[in-house]
Each structure stands twice: as C-alpha cells, then as structure tokens.
C-alpha cells in the first residue's frame, strides 16, 4: 500500500463529475487499500477518489466504528435534517455549518464487488452523503450561503497565494475532517 496525495481546492478534478465502474477489479481494489491508508495518515472521517486525483466513483469511510468502501454509491432515500460543523481533507483548516438530510439509505458495491444496503444516521450518515458529493464534483463549501462562502474564500487565497500548487503530501497529526 501507499499514501497518496491529496489534491486541493483549486485542483480541477474536485470539479468533476466522476463516472461510474463497471465493476470492482485488482486496480480498484487497490485504489481502495491505498485510500484507507491516506484516510487513516490525514486522519479523515472519509475520503472520495478524485480527492487523490481519481475520477471514479469510489469512496471509504470510517466513522462512529463503521469503516467500509463504497462503489458506485447511490443514495436510495433520506430522511430528517440535520445542521452540523463540516471540514474537507481537500481544503484544510476550513470549517462550516452544513444542514444535510439525517439519516439516509446507501446502496453501493463494496471491495469484493458486493452490492450492499446500509441505513444509517448521525455523523456516517453526514459523512456518505459529504463523499457522495465529492464524487458528484461539489464540495461542502457550495452547501453555505454565498456570503460565509465567499469570506472563506478569501481567506483561504489569501492564505495559499505563495503556494498555488493543488497537490498536497498527507503527513500524520493533522485534524480529523472528511
Ligand atoms: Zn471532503
């Protein structure tokens, strides 16, 4: 296995809707083993393809005990609504409100190319729905109000202007964000 690096805010498969698989073979499985690994290193909840440079509709998670691989996620339905504090691997040290459907049902292929149905709520439920949207080319930023979006933004250019480059190194010890 190995780390992979994340790519960041301004990289332009963030943007991307991702296809779906076919199917789940040795590469993707791969794909899987080395994005745990970047997971567990940057210490995230939960971490989608293209946030290592992937176009593909895969994910993993791991949050409140459960930790699965998602394949072709699909959300059947959702329920409730939810308001809860956001961060993203792909743009560190920024944080915001985000209101979410509570609790939802998954149906995805896992990393032997099993369908499977999960129905969960809570901080899995916010987090499925967190990488769902990565794989979709949103990020958690376009769930604020124009105003909050736009005053992160700025800071977070302002913060990155001598380093424009989208590719970041995972070291450990940074905080735990999807
Ligand atoms: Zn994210």
């Known amino acids: 296995m190995s780390l992979l690096k994340l ?18 073979d040795p590469e993707t499985q791969r794909l899987i083993d080395d994005m745990f690994e970047t997971m567990d290193a940057a210490k995230g909840v ?9 176009a593909q509709r895969v ?9 699965f691989a998602m394949v072709n996620p699909v959300l059947v339905t959702t329920e409730g609504r939810a308001t809860a504090e956001e961060g993203c691997l792909s743009i560190p040290d920024v944080f915001g409100d ?17 369908p499977f149905r999960k129905e969960v709520g809570g901080l899995i439920a916010r987090a499925i729905q967190h990488e769902l949207d ?7 930023l376009d769930h604020l109000s124009p105003l909050r979006r736009q005053m992160l933004l700025a800071r977070w250019r302002k913060e990155h202007k001598d380093d424009p480059s989208y590719l970041k190194d995972v070291e450990p010890e940074t905080s735990r964000s999807g």
């Open 98 to 114: 985000v209101a979410r459907p509570e609790r939802v049902v998954l149906e995805a292929l896992d990393r032997e190319g099993r």
């Open 134 to 140: 990565h794989l979709d080319g949103i990020l958690f």
């Open 46 to 54: 939960g971490l989608a393809a293209n946030q290592v440079g992937v």
């Open 59 to 67: 994910a993993v998670i791991d949050a409140d005990g459960e930790r």
């Open 7 to 24: 790519h960041l805010l301004g990289s332009p498969v963030l943007r991307q809707r991702s296809p779906e698989l076919a199917g789940v």
